[in-house]
């Protein structure tokens, strides 16, 4: 076990260069100048020089990338064009407000997309199955920014039992352990977790379904096994494939929503990126791609390695 982690924590490191290399790069091929937003209309020709020199853009691209990654191997990941405030200090803020949303919205999710998924798998072709199936594609199918507003308008607008926006009262962003900040994070983290519901119950439902058609069940129920213990094989055996998509779940959750976060006015990592892809703020948007992308590639080594220890078929491959 310690020598398969130890091969999946070697093989992060090229994917992480090649992760840094793309954020980069696709931000830099994108059109028009970031320097447009802050620089005065009426900027001589030796102003905008002094500014492309001050925020390193006079370099080639193989440098300004060498550059940029050596200052993050410093865990500097520079200073916003827009605010001139650090990266760091920026999207650690609005990450942290987006693994709050994420956190809870996958307490939601996978319980009840688990729950659902297996009773659906275990009475397959039943009217219980058809309706858990039924209700998973509707979940898959529907915007959830659109969601997002009808729950806003039944229960902030109709019934004002729940706040419509913000992460606290008078809409701040910072966030304490109460129930006043609670309920900012009800709606929003139900909207979230819709989609997951529907992706892991659909999953599960297959698994569930095909495993329970396996000689290897037969041969349990032949040997007087009683239906919790094979039960418990049953669930054994779907574990391994279940835990990698809550994985890629939760990893897309981390991502946050740019739209669902813009309808709750929520000031996570969704947010952030909106803000800074309409101010063409390069080191805000790097950055924050940057650290969403490893939160989704650290959320998959752990998923590796939790598969490996459920299934060790898994790691002799």
Avoid at 14 to 22: D, M, Q, T
Avoid at 243 to 260: E, H, N, R, T
Avoid at 298 to 315: E, F, G, S, W, Y
Wanted: proline fraction near 5%.
């Amino acid at each position: 076990m310690f020598a398969y982690m130890i091969r999946r924590l070697i093989l992060v490191l090229p994917v992480a260069f090649g992760v840094s290399l793309i954020c980069f790069l696709l931000v830099h091929i994108a059109p028009g100048d970031p320097l447009t937003a802050i620089m005065a209309i009426d900027a001589t020709a030796e102003e905008q020089a002094a500014m492309r020199a001050a925020y390193g853009l006079d370099r080639p691209l193989p440098v300004q990338f060498l550059f940029w990654l050596g200052n993050l191997m410093q865990g500097d990941l520079g200073n916003s064009i827009a605010t001139g405030r650090p990266v760091a200090s920026e999207v650690m803020r609005a990450v942290g407000n987006s693994l709050l949303l994420a956190a809870t919205a996958s307490l939601i999710a996978f319980p009840i997309g688990l729950f659902l998924g297996f009773l659906a798998g275990y009475y397959r072709d039943s009217w219980l199955d058809k309706l858990v199936t039924s209700a998973s594609i509707a979940g898959v199918s529907v915007p959830n920014y659109w969601l997002g507003m009808v729950l806003v308008i039944i229960f902030s607008v109709n019934l004002a039992w729940l706040p419509a926006m913000g992460a606290g009262p008078a809409g701040s962003s910072g966030w304490a352990w109460d129930w006043a900040h609670m309920r900012h994070l009800i709606l929003p983290a139900i909207t979230l977790s819709v989609v997951p519901i529907g992706i892991v119950s659909r999953t599960v439902r297959a698994l569930v379904g095909d495993i329970f058609h396996m000689d290897f069940v037969q041969a349990l129920y032949a040997k007087g096994m009683s239906n919790m213990d094979v039960l418990r094989h049953v669930i054994r055996n779907a574990a391994a494939t279940a835990l990698s998509v809550m994985g890629l779940q939760l990893g897309a959750l981390l991502g946050g929503s740019i739209l669902i976060e813009t309808v709750f006015n929520w000031p996570g990592s969704g947010m952030l990126l909106s803000t800074a892809i309409f101010q063409r703020d390069l080191p805000l948007l790097q950055g924050t791609i940057l650290v969403l992308a490893m939160f989704f590639v650290t959320a998959n080594l752990v998923v590796d390695i939790l598969q490996a220890a459920i299934d060790p078929r898994i790691k002799r491959s």
